[in-house]
């Protein structure tokens, strides 16, 4: 049987298993064959920490994970549960032999007491994707979550919860909507342990990333800087104060993590943008969003029960004395003009995330021009509205040019 396949590579870990997603990830990189019928070689032109072989063309789960911590490299698939928890990792023989298994319980601590080597339990395959997905740090047991810490021995978070209900409450433009999300974020007993994991319910609900909208560096060996993090949290806050659309769209988010989809917006160096494939150096690109975390029915694939947006800027869109200057005029800044239209994708995707894909492989397989792409025209006419909101308001007097089209075209 023939088939077809990717190999990804990447410097940061890979935000999902739906292979669409792992595509468009930024930072990620990937190498296809095509059509190959047994052993099968690509050249890899390039370093990363994290690799990944994954068959494509039929959107089929079964994938491979490659450990290069040693001088042999290692190949191994792995099969998760319904929570993405690799259950069952078999080396490149096939052979039940290679066969190694995992078991945990609810809140992840691995099952090993009563398991024997015989069916595959305890043999140390050394894989380091663990509970949900994620990465455990070897030196000190704990899961890698993005914003914290995760112990599944303790089944808590080691650190406390960074989403603050309090300062949402007061950043927020509708005092009567925030009132009620703060009574509903209270209301809910479980929210008042800051260490919780999932609202105590592992089996039903799990934790993308201990957070809910994040501001990063893409580069996670840097962090952002005090400037730019004050640049993204007042370009939001300012959208959501402004504009109904804006703030619609960002309160899909508003869930704590676990409860809901979570947006991560990424800060990425100009060099590094200009080489992501949907870029490919073109300078006029300022952002591109893209699907994060998705949470799919693995006995239906079209059942999407959950979609997380990650928004990409270039590192010289967010620039705060640029930002101050243009609100201090009245001005649409050139960080609110871009987050207006990708906020607009991040809700397409969290919305009708099998819809958004559906138009992004019509512009691939069409070759559809930018101005007439439909997720495009989307974003352009949300980005829009929500300019027009904010005009007719008199919060800005002049928007960004270049940033829009008119809706007719």
Sequence with gaps: MTSDFYVFVSDVPFSSYDLNTTVNQAGVFNYRQTTFAGPASINVNRTGRYVRVQLAGTGSLALAEVQVWNAAA??????TDNLGTPRIVVDKTGNFSGVSRHDYLPFGEELTVGRTTTPGYNVGDSMRQRFTQKERDNETGLDYFGARYYAGLQGRFTGVDPYNPVLEKQAAGDSAK???QLVN???QAQNWNRYCYALNNPLKYVDPDGAKITFSN???SQQLTA???EALRTAVATL???SDVADAFFSLYDQPSG????LDVQVMADALFDKLPEVNGDQKTLAETQPGVVDINHDNLKDVRSASAIIVLRESVVNLQSENQASSQHQETRLEGVMSHEITHGAKITMDYNGYLANRESTVKNNIPYRERANEKLANAGSTVIALERALRDHIRTEQPDLRWPLHK
């Design 259 to 262: 409860q809901g989809p979570d």
């Design 178 to 180: 925030a009132h009620s």
């Design 227 to 229: 400037d730019q993090e």
């Design 240 to 242: 959501r104060q402004q």
């Design 74 to 79: 290692k190949l191994n698939w792995l099969v």
């Design 185 to 187: 974020y209270i209301g």
């Design 218 to 220: 893409a580069d996670t």
